[in-house]
């Protein structure tokens, strides 16, 4: 996603402690995350749908990469032969990778097929133009100019990308993953041209057929983000560390028939309720469920960087929070004002660099899931607006924003409140693991540089 995404710029460098693989079950790669402070784009909500110790890998091998984030995730690696190096935004909301294919004044990096011995386009005849897209929000088609298998992707922020279907070897380190199929786009309208000029594309990382983790074969894989400092660590791939506590998994939700609002290869979680403090908010399960639309599926998306809730959750939760944190916080009164429009809860926090006041006290918000739950507290409960000052107060809004005023018929769970979490995504056995962690420290645990 896209406003909702972190503004996170990973670059990933690998450091690979095996030389020859293909990406089996059995590899594993640990990649080490950086944070860098940006302007947060609108976010990459790419259904269209959806708007109305030491470190001991149990798996046979571990490889590093390093990746930066801020509020895009992104990896650099190398793709094409010669290898051309490319930085991709990693995106667990998105199934296709892609990348810019053709020069344009606001690219700074783009991959240039014509030079790559290794690039072949998939012909729109190709029984895989339609078998392997069938997941995808707008269906290939065939691009008229050159029998290319033509692809095109939407955003909900307007942004749109489109292109021709193309294998291609991946480069990871020294190994190569030869006939990766990816798009290769060549044209496209971007509502943030400037955070789109640091990247290259995109690496697609959901549960459809052609997205990465898919393609390379991966059981699973995991992330941790230090809410402390700018590290943090990307692995793909199985393993257990002697120092991780035990993950409390809540198992995917899958619905097999098509629906209109509803995402079938995103990584859908059910909430069973929300708890403010010690108090549980007074909301029937009903309000969280699906509905026969689909509308109201509960995302985990490490492409949008706060977490949207539709709206009478929303409401209930902002009015509870609201309650118990009267005397403690002062509330910004401009009703005018809606922080990425769809957060109007605010507070004026004294201190214009620093807030003066702890924000250690305040009332820890938790989603309670089957099997697990995933607790807000402190800092990640409100986030400083860039350079808006009242006098000498900050303006500091509430982390969870109203889906509905964004026209989203889903709850998005965004990467900002899963700071300090061991995000574990388990393809096989169809689940997804937290566990509280310092994720700056499980970074030093790993060895991973940044």
Not at 25 to 50: F, H
Not at 380 to 388: A, D, E, K, S, T
Request: aromatic residues 10%; contains cysteine.
């Amino acid at each position: 996603m896209s406003s909702f995404r972190f503004l996170l710029h990973f670059t990933v460098f690998l450091l690979l402690f095996h030389q020859n693989f293909s990406f089996p079950a059995k590899q594993t790669l640990l990649l080490p995350l950086k944070t860098i402070l940006g302007q947060p784009p609108l976010a990459y909500l790419r259904n269209s749908k959806l708007s109305s110790s030491a470190a001991i890998a149990t798996a046979a091998t571990t490889n590093k990469l390093a990746f930066h984030h801020n509020v895009t995730l992104t990896v650099s690696l190398s793709v094409g032969t010669p290898p051309q190096n490319v930085t991709m935004v990693l995106d667990t909301g998105s199934e296709l990778s892609w990348l810019h294919c053709k020069k344009t004044p606001n690219l700074n990096s783009i991959f240039t097929p014509q030079t790559s011995k290794s690039y072949k386009p998939l012909p729109c005849a190709s029984p895989v133009c339609r078998t392997r897209t069938r997941d995808l929000s707008v269906p290939a088609s065939c691009d008229p100019n050159n029998k290319l298998c033509h692809v095109a992707v939407s955003y909900a922020d307007a942004s749109s990308i489109e292109g021709n279907l193309a294998y291609e070897n991946f480069v990871i380190g020294s190994s190569t993953r030869p006939g990766f199929l990816f798009g290769c786009m060549d044209s496209g309208f971007s509502s943030n041209s400037d955070e789109d000029s640091k990247t290259t594309g995109l690496m697609g990382m959901n549960r459809g057929s052609l997205s990465f983790v898919s393609q390379m074969g991966f059981p699973k894989f995991s992330y941790c983000i230090s809410g402390f400092d700018s590290s943090g660590v990307l692995l793909l791939g199985d393993a257990r560390f002697s120092w991780l506590k035990k993950l409390n998994y809540t198992p995917l939700i899958k619905i097999s028939d098509p629906l209109p609002y509803f995402d079938r290869v995103a990584y859908t979680v059910q909430p069973e309720g929300i708890k403010v403090g010690n108090k549980m908010l007074n909301l029937p399960r009903s309000a969280f469920v699906p509905d026969h639309t689909g509308a109201g599926q509960t995302m985990v998306d490490s492409g949008t960087q706060f977490t949207f809730l539709m709206g009478p959750v929303y409401t209930a939760l902002r009015n509870e929070f609201l309650q118990q944190t009267r005397g403690v916080l002062r509330v910004y009164e401009d009703p005018n004002f809606v922080f990425q429009g769809a957060m109007d809860l605010c507070y004026r926090v004294a201190g214009s660099t620093q807030p003066q006041v702890s924000f250690s006290n305040l009332p820890r918000v938790s989603l309670m899931f089957q099997g697990a739950e995933m607790s807000v507290s402190g800092e990640r409960l409100l986030y400083r607006v860039p350079g808006m000052n009242k006098g000498s107060d900050s303006v500091y809004c509430f982390t969870f924003g109203n889906s509905d005023l964004l026209g989203i018929e889903a709850f998005v769970i965004g990467h900002h409140h899963q700071q300090n979490v061991w995000m574990e995504f388990d393809l096989v056995n169809s689940r997804v693991g937290f566990a509280e962690i310092r994720c700056d420290l499980a970074r030093q645990k790993l060895g991973v540089g940044l």
